[in-house]
């Protein structure tokens, strides 16, 4: 079994959920695993989006992986559902599993991803997304609160920009 690079916990709706943080440069290198989400560090006009949910939280572009599909067609998808912009350029950066007190665990992709605009963003046929916001990297983990892992995603697109 493979070593996770980074362990840290979290607390969502009152419960403990463990994170295991797994660095992987290649989508084939992913292990074989039912994948629930894929989220993007996004590149567009040399800031980093975040989307705007319509109870005003911001998080990372990206969704549910939808049956049948792969990794790259959800983060295709979901990027261009909830910003109107097509992906130019991207790379994964790894995975987490996500452990509740419970023991069920929620396999989570990151990628990196390159953006142009197709057009103005008008609306996510899913209903939540109500728009995005462009940051600067720095600022990406004060944005999002994903502690250890949020760091170190910011070195990791840090460095594949250098």
């Known amino acids: 079994m ?3 690079d980074i362990h840290d916990s979290f607390v969502y709706d ?3 959920i463990n994170v295991e943080w797994f660095d992987v440069d290649s989508a084939d290198k ?10 993007a560090i996004a590149n567009l006009d040399n800031k980093v989006p975040l989307v705007i949910d319509k109870n005003g939280k911001v998080n990372l572009p990206g969704g ?8 790259e067609q959800t983060m295709r998808r979901e990027i261009q559902e909830e910003m109107n912009c097509r992906v130019i350029e991207w790379s994964m950066l790894g995975y987490q599993k996500l452990t509740s007190g419970r023991g069920d665990a929620v396999y989570q992709a990151r990628v990196f991803a390159k953006l142009e605009k197709i057009g103005e963003f008008t609306n996510d046929p899913g209903g939540s ?3 995005y916001k462009l940051i600067n990297l720095a600022d990406l983990n004060h944005a999002i609160k994903y502690g250890k892992v949020g760091e170190h995603l910011i070195e990791l697109v840090a460095g594949l920009e250098d």
């Open 129 to 131: 997304v109500i728009g």
């Open 64 to 71: 549910h992986v939808d049956p049948g599909e792969t990794i």
């Open 30 to 39: 992913l292990p074989d695993v039912k994948w629930q989400q894929v989220y």
């Open 2 to 4: 493979v070593e996770p």
């Open 14 to 16: 009152g419960q403990t």
